[in-house]
T-cell receptor, first 108, second 112 residues
Framework: KNEVEQSPQNLTAQEGEFITINCSYS?????LHWLQQHPGGGIVSLFM???GKKKHGRLIATINIQEKHSSLHITASHPRDSAVYIC??????????FGKGTHLIIQP | EAQVTQNPRYLITVTGKKLTVTCSQNMNHEYMSWYRQDPGLGLRQIYYSMNVEVTDKGDVPEGYKVSRKEKRNFPLILESPSPNQTSLYFC???????????FGQGTRLTVV
């Protein structure tokens, strides 16, 4: 079973700062997912990637397959970005394996 | 609008009283799954279904049952709930296993 580690667990930053959240996993995967969970509890899928880089607005996700590592970046952070960010991996016939999440707070 | 609908959103029940949490998706997705989320443990898969009449255990299936009689519905059944099943539950669907997932809004269950 894949082990998924996220860092940091908690992150508080000021509005406008560049944010990086990291995710590493232990064995090869078919895809890596970044999810966002808002204080109300709902979960939204942000990215699914298996190589390279994807960008959506101010969010950028990268993955390095050789190093088994992915990063989620937020540029020009805003208080509405405050949420829990969860990394998950999918691998063959197994379902998603999740990291424990990074709790991000952006202060005005 | 593409969505996964869970009901109820909140439920308080007593030990041993059977309950069902419903999950429905309108995207004709083949793959559906149930997760529970607990503080410090993150999301863990309970059961999943690759297609109609095909279900399998996830990482924490004890105390739960599921069924997939129709493609759109995937109910989670707790035959005899216990306090250790107090948790936040999510249903999710995707076109295929491992594809980008759509999550329901969550069901916060308390068993007293």
């Amino acid at each position: 079973k894949n082990e998924v580690e996220q860092s940091p667990q908690n992150l508080t930053a000021q509005e406008g700062e560049f944010i990086t959240i990291n995710c590493s996993y232990s064995v090869g995967i078919s895809a890596l997912h970044w999810l966002q969970q808002h204080p109300g509890g709902g979960i939204v899928s942000l990215f699914m990637l298996s190589s390279g880089k994807k960008k959506h607005g101010r969010l950028i996700a990268t993955i390095n397959i050789q190093e088994k590592h992915s990063s989620l970046h937020i540029t020009a952070s805003h208080p509405r970005d405050s949420a829990v960010y969860i990394c998950a991996v999918s691998q063959g016939a197994d379902g998603l394996t999740f990291g424990k999440g990074t709790h991000l707070i952006i202060q005005p | 609008e593409a969505q996964v609908t869970q009901n109820p959103r909140y439920l308080i029940t007593v030990t041993g009283k059977k309950l069902t949490v419903t999950c429905s998706q309108n995207m004709n997705h083949e793959y559906m799954s149930w997760y529970r989320q607990d503080p410090g443990l993150g999301l863990r898969q309970i059961y999943y279904s690759m297609n109609v009449e095909v279900t399998d255990k996830g990482d924490v299936p004890e105390g739960y049952k599921v069924s997939r009689k129709e493609k759109r519905n995937f109910p989670l059944i707790l035959e005899s709930p216990s306090p250790n099943q107090t948790s936040l539950y999510f249903c999710a669907s995707s076109l295929l296993q491992g594809a980008s997932a759509f999550f329901g809004q969550g069901t916060r269950l308390t068993v007293v």
